[in-house]
């Protein structure tokens, strides 16, 4: 493995326990039964064709995190890019789509606004969404949140990220804090809605804080957005950060999954109980 | 006055405490301080202009709800509609609006995207926002919120308003229910973002019940959605809907109010504390 | 089975999908690997033992709600009573459950302070607990809220159940709404700290609303309140309120069990990351 | 003045604005009308009694805090101590206390259990109450909010404070950010329930960050927790902390006050709208 005294680091850490087993066990039958949870990874994998970025992720921040999730044999796992046509995010891919995992930066303007508002409709009508890092600017979590999304930012600082709720099943074996070596700050004022849960909170070197795991829902759909993740740091590789994204996708998939648009309904014949 | 049975049903109703005597004596002075609240009240105005719409309210909806708010010596109040040049929303007006106030219904599809995206930037910097009864489903209401908006619906039903929040400004002053003789019924599921407040809760006779008041905040500014209003029902004649738009009034007013776009901002330098 | 004309209308509903097929398999292996959700039901036990409540309930309400939990094969069910030593709920019953349900009504004064606060504190370090109907006002949930748990009663109204979270594991498998024939009204104001989630809106024949299905979460533990359940009628036999109680389990089941009294910790060495 | 460096500090910073012009304004006919907010400065004044802390606070801390209220005319302020017959929170006090400011650390085991409960009752009833610092821990707090209430803690830090909800009328005129030169840190995990808001972000130097203004409701009353106020350093000469409390004190109080204890009510004679 690559990025020398990062991953040092990271090898010289007690390995947090996964209850990989148990989930391995629940895969199996999850399979047999066919109610797997159907994962689509998506990334704008424009960063990574060039050095240094190349060398952290060779195979794409995408494929390190479908690799890292494969480990939970629940899941069924596809990636698709920005260059694939329709961003390979067609009408299809959405609709066999249980949770679909978001990250951009680079080429969000140029982002399809048609793809955008199906992405959203999807979300809308019970499609997870786990949101990363500068995927907060995205067309996507700018039309399902509806504030401006803005923050402030800095490179190369060091993170170090609480659980302010450890209730929450997104939490679930992830201890009290944990420290990311290096990581683009992000710091408040983060306008964002009053989130549903503000799971993680994220210390910065350079004195600042920011709200770095918060969950929403939007019409059926449960958001996870998570902070952690500049592509020139090898954030993706960290234990933590993987068990978070994992228990995302678990938190995240459907309760309902509607097959329409939403609509207003008239109301024609009343029966009272 | 109008509409008979429902206003004599009116007139028989105990007067509430409106504490306008503490309003006017506070008015005075924000008036010679120059710091009244700035209100624009905007409504389509496309209803009123036939019968039996015209009936109800000669003026216009906007035209009741600015002669009520009168009665608040804190308040400077102007007018816009549907039919004005930028349906009398440039970006003059908003700068020098504080809380908007907006009804809106049949043409809403038809509602300038570059003015609906104009007075959402405006609410994000911290305009306040009172959207009333079918404005759930304006470009304004969605963009800001993100969700779909959408609800059952169904005319001519009885309404009783149930405070749940009573400990909140909006509900100073408001029994702990009230009667809407007739209404439009809005039903759940209502697809909104988790309000910061619910402060009202209607029961429908058809069997039906809905968040009929509820907060929101979008970037720097505070919504109030407050579902009572069809067009068709003197519903904005009934004295404690009128105080709850006043109270709305003034909650909703700026703490803080950003003169541009926002935007993402990268941080230069660092002192720590 | 008994009470007549309810439990025809209940004979004539279409029976829900209930995916226990699939809770049977995964409850196959969590036997297997040890990690079955613990439960005690807990039920006063009082009105049960004379007519005309004993006809409905001949085994008790905490009997009712064991044998429709025992077709959840994830699920060890025990049970206690008020009557029993210490109520039944020793600092060894807790620890060995990890989702406490709880039925109270008649006694609610009489119940130890000092059980009370050792259930308090165990749902403070992550035992789950759904607290159902009158237990609203038991020294248990008043403890663990805060509040003054007050509301509006009155017998023998219908009750119309809404969906108003249908994005949450606890409203799974639920229909948008769904009727109880006969309830016990329990209107606004309810005096409850700002929920967590309000999945359930009830309204009642009688012109009021409630707040009928809400989460909480006190220190590590997750609660649930659900407010149908009059031991007068046989409301527990209902399939969506069946339903709903075995998803609140599943839900309230701890992410994280401490093991001693929470305290504040003096942090003595610091190293930053 | 005292504690050189700090207070060095601080006169060497821009001066806020404080609006203290309009306030005075309104002020004085609130004193006409006879609508002032009635504030109780509680403290236990223990520390301030021997040096260093006399030296900091020579009239103790309810002296400082009552001292920068009366800047703020609609305030009529009065203050109470531990060592006061009933800690000077008689049911008289109460009745006559809008809002309830609280110190208290050293003694807080030793404050009346009676007491303390006549406090929350009045809180429940309507009552605001701004707690501060290690007031956390107090008997009211505890009992208001059902939590364990613990954290961590370590003297000496300097604390960054973010404004996390500008849009909010306690954060009116704050800055987006100050700082505390010393303070006592309070870390996370913080066993509060759900925050309405959480208004301000603490970041400490020692790597950790707080919730460190936070709002809640019990009953019919609004409280607000904030966390800066160690007895050992001068940080309530700060201005913004002194702004804060102010704004706190005008958002607290009362919307509605009972004045009686709550109870549940049976609905007896039902009128359909």
Redesign the interface.
């Known amino acids: 493995k690559v990025y020398g005294g990062i991953f040092l680091y990271l090898d010289n850490r007690k390995q947090m326990n996964y209850t990989e087993?148990?989930r391995r066990?629940?895969a199996?039958?999850a399979r047999?039964?066919g109610?797997m949870i159907r994962v689509t990874v998506w990334n704008e994998y424009l960063h990574e064709k060039e050095e240094p970025v190349r060398h952290i992720y060779p195979n794409g921040i995408h494929g390190c995190i479908k690799e890292f999730l494969q480990t939970d044999e629940e899941l069924v796992i596809k990636t698709a890019t920005f260059e694939m046509p329709e961003h390979g995010l067609t009408e299809e891919v959405l609709k066999q789509t249980d949770v679909l995992i978001f990250w951009s930066h680079m080429r969000q303007n140029e982002f399809s606004d048609e793809v955008a508002a199906r992405v959203?409709s999807h979300v809308?009508q019970?499609m997870g969404l786990v949101a990363l890092h500068s995927a907060h600017?995205s067309k996507i979590m700018k039309?399902?949140?509806?504030?401006?999304m803005?923050?402030?930012?800095?490179h190369g600082e060091?993170?170090?990220v609480?659980?302010?709720a450890?209730?929450?099943?997104i939490?679930?074996g992830i201890p009290?804090?944990f420290?990311?070596?290096k990581e683009e700050?992000y710091?408040?004022?983060?306008?964002i809605?009053?989130p549903?849960?503000?799971i993680f909170?994220?210390?910065?070197?350079?004195?600042?804080?920011f709200?770095s795991g918060c969950t929403?829902?939007?019409?059926?759909?449960?958001i996870f957005y998570f902070q952690p993740g500049h592509e020139e740091y090898p954030v993706y590789y960290i234990p933590e950060v993987q068990k978070i994204i994992k228990n995302a996708v678990h938190w995240c998939k459907p309760?309902?999954r509607k097959t329409s648009?939403?609509?207003?309904?008239?109301?024609?014949e009343?029966?009272?109980?």
């Open positions: 087993e148990n066990k629940t199996y039958f047999k039964r109610n959203c809308r019970g600017f039309g399902l949140l509806g504030t401006s803005t923050l402030r930012w800095k060091s993170e170090r609480f659980c302010t450890p209730y929450h099943p939490a679930e009290e804090r420290d990311i070596p700050m710091g408040e004022y983060f306008d809605p009053k549903d849960d503000v909170t994220g210390w910065f070197s350079c004195g600042e804080v709200r929403f829902h939007s019409g059926y759909g449960k309760s309902v648009q939403l609509d207003c309904a008239e109301v024609k009343v029966t009272l109980p």
